[in-house]
């Protein structure tokens, strides 16, 4: 049945392919860029057809492969577990092949660890972040020329003509100023401005024609978050404005960090709307840990710096980086700083790509930073409140818990100190697929739910789980995070009228979360210390 209805929808997709075609050439001698039309009428029926025929390949082979196996046998395991691994390439292979938002979707998919097989994810997130296709040198070229007005060995001293670095929509490429100075260039991809928008159209028509088919799959929130973001995304001097943002934000709100958390410097009189040139920073990759070790910097301590920046920006700022995947996060030894005492190098984070970003309003804040305190403290009550007050409403609270620190509800509301770390074991992996298969519509319901900036929250959220789990996930982490979010309502509290109980109630709050805090560290050193043992017999 479902290769069938996806049959039909191959169907449908060959005939609006045809239809498209078929009005290329009116439409191009009528509009007022001709050749831009051309292109894009030649380029999108081609991407339609590759993910009609994807759609229909990937459900052919689930039907076939799982055809008379017995729903829970070892062979019905085996056998989907192997045309997950085929679908998955294929899948990959389709967003190279279509490249610019396909790109940006196989990203997405691999850090929905709570919605699709674990094989989607590996395959993709081993993929999509460091094998992104790159566009020649005299594309680049042509872009630089119409940006800047002249070539890049004219604008530049120096220009690498190979890119150190190719995402979704740019590539990067190492330069020199006239001045001397190492610089970054990031350059758009000269196919993003004119497939960008029927892009968002295609995938669109898929995901509708999808879910009229299967109506448990619904991922038109995703649609709707891309194609108010892309167009941000693709404006490099919205970017740039987001960096220095961003920095001034943790020197007015987090001044006690704010040295140890970097962004490159703009260059505005070479930067545009489709280029963006930038210092060059040199430094190790955020889930590379041996780089990491070799600069003598703790892995462990990075761990720590990336969730107290990111708790600060959520919790404090409200304006938050809402893209930190592994490429983007850098790390190096803090400029100016020694060793410590124990020998090791203090590090800096570097914040990179500032495409995306989001704003949220107090109330949002406030609320979400409640709703990770409950979390952290096992506050079931708190955690139902704060929950329907985002979104989820008052029946899907427990789920909405397990999305954010994918943990089931058990272990949510343990008081056990170290109940949200992830140990990332077998039957970890393995409690986490069988909860997205068994709520599979419960979760499409929720994200369907959750309002826009609470749906990127949770992006961000799942590629702040990816860095941590590669570094060294512990309970300090989480620490960090009840501390923030505690702070963060304190401060709310006291920028309310001014009272003495108001006042007085934010002190005990405050002497209640020191006390909180202090269990919590007692509770570590003792399981430090138990391991410790353990390891000695």
């Known amino acids: 049945m479902a290769t069938r209805s996806l049959w039909r929808a191959t169907k449908l997709a060959l005939s609006a392919t045809a239809l498209v075609g078929g009005g290329a050439a009116a439409n191009a001698a009528t509009s007022e860029d001709p050749a831009m039309t051309f292109n894009l009428y030649t380029t999108v029926p081609p991407r339609l057809v590759r993910d009609a025929v994807t759609a229909a390949a990937i ?55 709570y919605l699709v097989p674990q094989e989607y994810v590996q395959t993709m997130r081993e993929s999509m972040l460091n094998k992104c296709p790159v566009s020649s040198y005299e594309q680049v070229c042509e872009v630089i020329k119409k940006e800047l007005g002249d070539t890049p060995d004219k604008i530049f001293s120096e220009f690498d003509p190979v890119p150190i670095a190719s995402a979704s929509l740019a590539q990067v490429h190492v330069a020199r100023n006239h001045n001397g100075e190492k610089v970054a260039v990031k350059v758009q991809h000269t196919h993003m401005t004119d497939t960008a928008a029927a892009d968002c159209a295609t995938v669109n028509f898929i995901v509708n024609t999808l879910h009229q088919i299967f109506p448990s799959f619904d991922y038109r929130w995703l649609i709707e978050e891309m194609q108010e973001s892309l167009p941000k995304e693709l404006d490099f001097i919205n970017e740039a404005k987001n960096s220095e943002k961003c920095l001034e934000n943790f020197k ?240 709310a509290k006291l920028s309310q009228k001014r009272s003495f109980l108001r006042w007085l109630s934010a002190w005990l709050d405050k002497i209640i979360l020191e006390v909180r805090l202090f269990t919590m560290q007692a509770a570590l050193w003792l399981i430090q210390g138990r391991k410790a043992l353990a390891w000695q017999n």
């Open 252 to 491: 007015k709100f987090s001044p006690h960090i704010a040295a140890y958390v970097y962004a490159p410097k703009v260059y505005w009189s070479l930067s545009t709307s489709k280029l963006l040139t930038m210092e060059y920073i040199d430094g190790a990759q955020v889930n590379d840990v041996r780089t990491i070790k070799r600069l003598g910097i703790r892995p462990d301590v990075v761990a720590r710096l990336v969730s107290e920046s990111f708790a600060e920006m959520m919790f404090k700022h409200g304006f938050v980086h809402c893209d930190p995947h592994a490429a983007n996060l850098l790390v190096r030894p803090l400029p100016g700083s020694g060793k410590s005492f124990l020998g090791k190098k203090e590090p800096q984070l570097i914040l990179l790509d500032h495409g995306l970003y989001k704003d949220l309003d107090p109330e949002t804040r406030t609320n979400y930073a409640a709703l990770w305190k409950a979390l952290i403290f096992s506050d079931a009550n708190a955690i139902k409140d704060y929950s329907a007050k985002l979104g989820a409403g008052e029946d899907l609270y427990a789920l909405f818990a397990g999305i954010l620190t994918m943990r089931p509800w058990n272990r949510v509301i343990d008081p056990a100190v170290d109940h949200l770390i992830i140990q990332g074991t077998e039957s970890d992996r393995s409690e986490l697929q069988m909860y997205a298969s068994q709520y599979l519509s419960q979760i499409s319901e929720l994200l369907r739910r959750l309002p826009r900036e609470i749906l990127l929250m949770l992006k961000t959220n799942d590629c702040l789980r990816s860095v941590s789990n590669s570094l060294v996930p512990s309970l300090e982490t989480f620490m960090i995070i009840g501390r923030v979010s505690s702070e963060a309502i304190i401060e």
């Open 59 to 113: 459900a052919f082979d689930y039907e076939y492969s799982l055809l008379g196996l017995p729903e829970g046998s070892s062979e019905r395991a085996k056998a989907k577990h192997e045309v997950h691994l085929r679908s998955a390439v294929k899948l990959q292979e389709l967003c190279f092949k279509n490249g610019g938002i396909y790109i940006k979707l196989g990203q997405h998919i691999g850090q929905l660890e």
